[in-house]
């Protein structure tokens, strides 16, 4: 294992405390309980945006704090569920006495922790709705989860209902438009490479030099085949395949395009793949409205990419358009 750390156990505090070094005028950290806080939270009469999960999927979450976007992210131990004392925590530092909405990822561990802690917080007199994200069309069940797993519509969902937290909106209204962006958007990922966890020190798995795996999770987790290496445009279609049919999108239908890198892919195969994919989504007749390439939701050095579709509406695009000011995504 060759990796840019300390100690294994170090890795999470002083990846938190170089995010709030570089990022203090957006961010505060809360290094106790491992917290990522917008700095001007809590702000009185705005619904509080409160997400999180394991470490080593960065910038999701801690990179999307900030105006327009999360007041709150809590970061757990490397590929592992924050706990409900983080959670609690989090949403307490953020309400501003109009509620607070949980965006979880469909993974068993987060969904029961970030479950116990609204109910605490119900106790102590905060309203919080929860919307779970569950995109991933690679499969049903897996090694996480019951149902389809959350990857990255979730980013999409952290922009546009953050947006319409930003004008005020109540947080019924903000829980309504997480959960259309959720219902609307659907992924697929696949694998170059595996991962390596800090404390493991070894791969999570192994793939030949001639091999890839199709609709792996962002924990390494498996997906629906490996099989020989492809071209980029037959990946391309491996993957846009069974998210178009999925929803399923028609002709006309405006999307935005989210081509996902999983932490060890360089840009230029980014770009490479989109270009795929934009010429797969034209010929079946979608509107390209808008489009996002980059690394957003990784795991951690594992090379491969997810394509991301969100049908939009209206409302959708006015949001997403609107202005966001985090460490990682920002107009």
Not at 61 to 68: A, D, E
Not at 264 to 280: K, S
Request: aromatic residues 4%; contains cysteine; hydrophobic residues 45%.
């Amino acid at each position: 294992m060759k990796k840019l750390i300390n100690a294994p156990e170090d890795v999470v505090d002083e990846a938190l405390q170089g995010l709030g070094a570089a990022h203090a005028d957006l961010v505060r950290i809360d290094l106790a309980q491992h917290l990522v806080l917008r700095r001007d939270a809590p702000r009185p009469g705005k619904v509080g945006l409160v997400s999180g999960g394991g470490s080593g999927h960065e910038p999701l979450h801690g990179g999307f704090v900030g105006p327009g976007m999360l007041d709150a992210a809590c970061a757990g131990a490397v590929f592992t569920a924050p706990v409900p004392d983080q959670v609690l925590a989090a949403t307490r530092a953020v309400d501003g006495g109009a509620g607070v909405l949980h965006i979880v990822k469909n993974y068993s561990g987060d969904i029961m922790n970030f479950e116990m802690a609204a109910e605490l917080a119900a106790a102590d007199g905060v309203e919080v709705v929860s919307v779970v994200t569950n995109d991933d069309v690679a499969v049903e069940d897996s090694l996480y989860t019951t149902g389809r797993r959350g990857v990255g519509v979730t980013v999409l969902v952290e922009k546009i209902a953050g947006a319409r937290a930003e004008e005020g909106a109540p947080l019924q209204d903000v829980a309504g438009i997480a959960r259309r962006v959720n219902e609307n958007g659907r992924s697929m990922g696949m694998a170059l490479t595996s991962c390596t966890v800090p404390a493991a020190g070894r791969p999570t798995f192994t793939l030949d030099e001639d091999e890839m795996a199709i609709g792996i999770g962002i924990h390494g987790e498996p997906g629906r085949r490996r099989e020989k290496l492809k071209r980029a445009r037959e990946i391309a279609e491996m993957l846009a395949t069974p998210v178009l049919s999925d929803l399923p999108f028609k002709a006309g239908d405006r999307v935005l395009a989210f081509v996902n890198g999983m932490g060890g892919t360089p840009l230029i195969e980014l770009y490479l793949m989109y270009a795929q994919f934009d010429a797969l989504l034209r010929a079946h007749g979608l509107v390209i409205a808008r489009s996002l390439v980059g690394n957003y939701v990784t795991s951690l050095e594992m090379a491969g990419c997810s394509l991301t579709l969100l049908r939009l509406d209206d409302e959708m695009l006015r949001l997403w358009d609107a202005p966001v000011r985090t460490p990682a995504l920002r107009w």
